[in-house]
């Protein structure tokens, strides 16, 4: 048997499971490069208490996917109602709780690994996460506003040297508008003039990631791109309905490795990891179980 908690909004016992599928624990394996992303380009090395800033990253990361959760309760009642909150494995009021409690550990970590800088940019990333979940979700300027948070992401590993990252994190920016418009036709379906459109600009996201990195060091990592995540944009140029969408969607959050791999390429090693993180979870997402991320 799994193991339990108490859920004190209900009084009922809940599995750590239902916890974990709150957090969306797994889709945090695409967050841990940002930082290093950002470390890399800012000739900041993740070394000694700078190698927590991955973990700070996820744990932000975390809260959000548990916030996001809280606010979309009613609309998950009809949409999802498999989902940890609709389902009642999780109260409400105890997620809330949860998230405030992830966003805390986060701030802490962060500053603990970066200072003063690492707090500040811990803090915009936490500002940027509650404006996306609670007011910009469903409006026109979502996915801008969900690319900036994986901007911040980046900002937080470069530290004060931010400015030289400002180009690895505008792709990771790109890459995540990209995913964001796509899966808000993951419920109902589209046109395919919508794949076509994000396809367009995972093109771009390649290209700028190829163009920023001297010689062809990135070569490798945009192969795994491509193959992470033009299948999954091809099918649903094909046949646009909400599954295939779904399974484009978990593909391109998949890919968000291969794009960091690509811009990892000043530090072979940290690329070759990255890009075996990105076959991996790539392959683990072709399975039926969602790895959501909206």
């Known amino acids: 048997m799994g193991q339990v908690l108490c859920d004190t909004g209900s009084g009922r016992p809940v599995k750590v499971k239902a916890y974990l599928n709150l957090m969306r624990a797994p889709a945090a394996l695409t967050v841990l490069g940002d930082t290093a992303v950002g470390a890399i380009w800012a000739g900041r090395p993740l070394t000694g208490r700078r190698l927590a800033l991955p973990l700070a990253s996820a744990l932000l990361y975390w809260s959000g996917m548990v916030l996001n959760d809280w606010a979309d309760r009613e609309r998950d009642a009809i949409e999802r109602p498999e989902r940890p909150i609709p389902s009642g494995e999780v109260s409400a009021g105890t997620a809330i709780s949860f998230a405030a409690a992830l966003t805390a550990a986060g701030l802490a970590t962060a500053t603990a690994a970066g ?3 690492g707090l500040a940019a811990a803090g915009r990333i936490t500002l940027c996460v509650a404006a996306y979940d609670l007011v910009a979700k ?3 300027a979502g996915p801008l506003v969900m690319s900036g948070c994986r901007f911040l992401d980046v900002m937080l590993g470069a530290g004060p040297n931010y400015r030289r990252a400002l180009v690895p994190a505008s792709v990771i920016g790109g890459h995540t508008t990209a995913i964001t418009v796509l899966s808000r036709s993951e419920v109902t379906g589209s046109e395919r003039s919508l794949p076509a459109v994000v396809g367009g600009m995972a093109a771009s996201v390649a290209a700028s990631a190829m163009v920023s990195t001297p010689g ?4 490798p990592a945009a192969a795994v791109y491509a193959w992470s995540f033009g299948p999954g944009l091809w099918k649903a140029w094909q046949q646009p309905s909400a599954t295939v969408l779904r399974s484009a969607v978990r593909s391109g959050i998949a890919s968000m490795i291969a794009v960091q791999a690509m811009l990892a390429a000043r530090a072979p090693r ?4 990255l890009c075996g993180l990105a076959i991996g979870l790539r392959l683990k997402v072709s399975a039926p179980q969602p790895t959501e991320v909206t």
């Open 138 to 140: 469903d409006t026109a």
């Open 270 to 273: 940290t690329m070759l990891t």
């Open 216 to 219: 062809f060091r990135a070569a």
């Open 115 to 117: 200072g003063r800088h």
